[in-house]
């Protein structure tokens, strides 16, 4: 069966420092793979999503990045965190008719 | 932006049907409904899809009208774990886009 990971589970940092998010698939290969971010009391906000090694789309323009280097590994960055980047980051894996979402990291810039 | 319309918020007594409308009058041909809920600091889960056709799941019914501009979500008895968020989908394309969803509120 298939089994998506993240970590870390929670995370503080201050204001202006770096990060970097970790999301992993089990159990499938060449899937499409999904960042959302959840703001406080918000919706789902797609961040970027993949098709494959190294082909990332963006949604949202900000200061964050995604890469994929691996075919079940998909990483979520930033070089300067905002307080605004404070939330719930979902990752998230397609198979042909559902999408599975990783257990989430909760992010809180200070 | 989201291609659905639904409740802010809905209210349903434990035992009884809960039924969750969504209007999409933009929808295309090719396009599918999906409903997803997201019990507070989960990520969503996926509920039921489709197309044209009712659809009956473990989870919930799927009522799309015969115009496909508008469906309905049941949950045949509510439970007080079925409290959650539940968004309606339309989806055509890659991804998922997710809008604000009905707050469903199961009370005993």
């Known amino acids: 069966s298939q089994t998506i990971h993240q970590w870390p589970a929670t995370l503080v940092q201050p204001v202006g420092s770096p990060l970097s998010l970790e999301c992993t698939v089990e159990?499938?290969?060449?899937?499409?793979l999904y960042w959302y971010r959840q703001a406080a009391g918000r919706g789902l906000q797609l961040l970027f999503y993949s098709v494959g090694i190294g082909q990332i789309s963006s949604e949202v323009p900000q200061n964050l990045s995604a890469s994929r280097p691996q075919d079940r590994q998909f990483i979520l960055s930033s070089k300067k965190l905002l307080l605004s980047d404070s939330g719930f980051y979902l990752c998230a894996w397609r198979d042909y008719n559902e999408q599975f979402f990783g257990p989430g990291t909760r992010l809180t810039v200070l | 932006d989201a291609k659905t319309t639904q409740p802010t918020s809905m209210d349903c007594a434990e035992g009884r049907a809960a039924n969750l409308p969504c209007n999409h009058s933009t929808i295309s041909g090719n396009e599918y409904v999906y409903w997803y809920r997201q019990i507070h600091s989960q990520g969503p889960q996926y509920i039921i899809h489709g197309l044209k056709n009712n659809e009956t799941n473990e989870m919930a019914s799927l009522i799309i009208t015969e115009d496909r501009k508008s469906s309905t979500l049941i949950l045949p008895h509510a439970t007080l774990r079925d409290t959650a968020v539940y968004y309606c989908?339309?989806?055509?394309?890659?991804?998922?886009?997710f809008g604000k969803g009905t707050t469903l509120s199961v009370s005993s």
């Open positions: 159990g499938t290969s060449n899937p499409n």
């Open positions: 989908i339309v989806q055509g394309g890659t991804a998922l886009i």
